[in-house]
């Protein structure tokens, strides 16, 4: 990865996350609502080759760790990023990929977005945070989900366009 993508790349994140904190933090939705951050990051991760998705989970996530909406230690977020753009890479890059059409890559966003909250929410209390009563946890886990398989269509193909802008052409113009 040049130079060049990786300043384009980190302008686009910053993007997606002032995105993220000035205009969607600011909803009341209920279950909890979405992160666009994660589904950026999910996004692009699964169009990507694995070191390139690690790179852009390590991103996601430091921004995840800097935002004044998470709660927990920092560089929590970082790790679970990490994992989860790598593994979503893993199972997604390639000619064989696991995700087959659109329809699969939106059900693997949504599958990895509810598998990054479980593991946030595994381990939370291993680093001292609190998580909750049981209906919370499941009331958050079912309405991040719903929301994510809602905004998912609506938001791919308009960054797998910027993806392809990104990365096939070297430059947004």
């Given amino acids: 990865m040049s130079t060049r993508l990786i300043g384009i790349s980190s302008l686009v994140f910053l993007a997606i996350y002032i995105i993220q904190e000035s205009i969607i933090a600011q909803f009341r939705l209920p279950g909890g609502g979405f992160s666009i951050l994660i589904i950026f990051a999910l996004s692009w991760?699964?169009?990507?080759?694995?070191?390139?998705?690690?790179?852009?989970?390590?991103?996601?996530?430091?921004?995840?760790?800097l935002s004044q909406n998470t709660s927990g230690p920092f560089g929590q977020w970082t790790l679970i990023m990490l994992l989860a753009s790598y593994a979503i890479s893993y199972l997604g890059y390639g000619d064989d990929n696991f995700f087959g059409g659109a329809l699969g890559v939106v059900f693997s966003i949504v599958l990895g977005n509810l598998l990054i909250e479980m593991l946030f929410l595994i381990s939370a209390p291993l680093l001292g945070?609190?998580?909750?009563?049981?209906?919370?946890?499941?009331?958050?886990?079912?309405?991040?989900?719903?929301?994510?398989?809602?905004?998912?269509?609506?938001?791919?193909?308009?960054?797998?366009?910027?993806?392809?802008?990104?990365?096939?052409?070297g430059s947004l113009t």
């Fill in 45 to 65: 991760a699964i169009m990507s080759e694995r070191e390139i998705a690690a790179v852009m989970g390590f991103s996601a996530g430091i921004l995840m760790d």
């Fill in 129 to 169: 945070v609190s998580i909750g009563s049981f209906t919370q946890i499941f009331s958050t886990l079912f309405g991040t989900s719903v929301w994510t398989l809602f905004l998912t269509p609506i938001v791919l193909p308009i960054f797998a366009k910027l993806y392809k802008t990104v990365f096939q052409a």
